[in-house]
């Protein structure tokens, strides 16, 4: 069986990579490449997968459809995580997330966690505020593999 953390590890090789595999109103699956990293939930302390996020369409279909699966890949090796998704950002407030400087922390603990770094976090706080982003963590439900 694969665990959490050996799924995640594979992204390490690339670069934080996975695929965000989200369902779309129609029932049609909906794929995007993301950096993604694993990081205890800020309210709970259980290991979560989290990555960020912006615009209209994914974030519709996970505020409707919060379930989701990533897979991770190293070479021929790959793991998937299953699991359900949390919104925290503007537009999607959460009781942990009080104020305005624990969403600025998150998304760069989530940043960081992906393998992330920055010359000017000044500057990757006004993107973010710019773009509105939100966090996506993921509660896992479920992780298998190939190996």
């Not at 990081?39 to 519709?60: C, D, I, M, N, Q």
């Not at 699991?83 to 603990?109: F, I, S, V």
């Not at 920055?118 to 479920?142: F, S």
């Amino acid at each position: 069986m694969t665990t959490l953390d050996e799924a995640a590890a594979l992204a390490t090789a690339e670069h934080g990579l996975a695929v965000v595999s989200t369902v779309r109103a129609d029932g049609t699956v909906q794929a995007s490449l993301v950096n993604i990293g694993l990081l205890p939930h800020p309210a709970s302390a259980e290991p979560s997968l989290g990555f960020t996020t912006y615009g209209r369409v994914k974030l519709a279909n996970l505020r409707a459809r919060p379930q989701l699966a990533v897979t991770f890949r190293d070479g021929w090796q790959w793991a998937t995580v299953e699991g359900r998704a949390e919104l925290a950002g503007p537009d999607d407030p959460q009781p942990w997330l009080a104020g305005a400087d624990r969403l600025r922390l998150l998304l760069r603990d989530v940043f960081s966690a992906a393998g992330g770094t920055h010359d000017d976090w000044d500057e990757y706080d006004r993107v973010m505020a710019k773009e509105r982003r939100a966090v996506v963590l993921i509660a896992p439900t479920r992780v298998y593999s190939n190996g």
